[in-house]
T-cell receptor, first 116, second 116 residues
């Protein structure tokens, strides 16, 4: 089954304790991206990656890091989480441009993060 | 930069009735996609319908259809014969059509409740 898998789905942590949210896709997509969802703000892009070793900032990158060492994986790293990073996080993937592109992003199921 | 505006934070309608969700956007691009995503209580982001800006014909998917007014930059979603399973948050989203960051710009959402 084609899917984007995120882990953990739920996490409660404390300020300053480093954490990683993993994202893996099995569709051989070149493009992957992270979003955060907050009430009244919709979803906003944090980081994106066009391919292995190619990453760039989205609209709200402060406090986050990413890496893309393998095509299928795109982990989101919070080096020193703070309460304002409490949010619902989504990973998404797609084929960028070209004949396979339909504009559709495939989303993971979301990770609810609470930073105390 | 693109912006997407959903002016109806909440709506409710009786089961089997028709409801229309509003969305306006602002862009200087001529080639783009517009989407409606549904987010039920499970939090999963589900693509409801997609419209390519160069297509004049409005997209339709079963009970879901859009009214795309390119000149007015309006993209409303009509749900016919509404069902209890349509209860969800609905997000309107915009994506530039080019090879690069496949970023979705989201509106703030409309929470739709279908009343039995």
């Amino acid at each position: 089954e084609a899917q984007v898998t995120q882990n953990p789905r739920y996490l409660i942590t404390v300020t300053g304790k480093k954490l990683t949210v993993t994202c893996s896709q099995n569709m051989n997509h070149e493009y992957m991206s992270w979003y955060r969802q907050d009430p009244g703000l919709g979803l906003r892009q944090i980081y994106y990656s066009m391919n292995v070793e190619v990453t760039d900032k989205g609209d709200v990158p402060e406090g986050y890091k990413v890496s893309r060492k393998e095509k299928r994986n795109f982990p989101l790293i919070l080096e020193s989480p703070s309460p304002n990073q409490t949010s619902l996080y989504f990973c998404a993937s797609s084929f960028p441009g070209g004949p396979k592109n339909t504009g559709e992003l495939f989303f993971g199921e979301g990770s609810r993060l609470t930073v105390l | 930069a693109q912006t997407v505006t959903q002016s109806q934070p909440e709506m409710s309608v009786q089961e089997a009735e028709t409801v229309t969700l509003s969305c306006t956007y602002d862009t200087s691009e001529s080639n783009y996609y517009l989407f409606w995503y549904k987010q039920p209580p499970s939090r999963q982001m589900i693509l409801v319908i997609r419209q390519e800006a160069y297509k004049q014909q409005n997209a339709t998917e079963n009970r879901f259809s859009v009214n795309f007014q390119k000149a007015a930059k309006s993209f409303s979603l009509k749900i016919s014969d509404s069902q209890l399973g349509d209860t969800a948050m609905y997000f309107c989203a915009f994506m530039k059509r080019l090879f690069g960051n496949e970023k979705l710009t989201f509106g703030t959402g409309t929470r739709l409740t279908i009343i039995p």
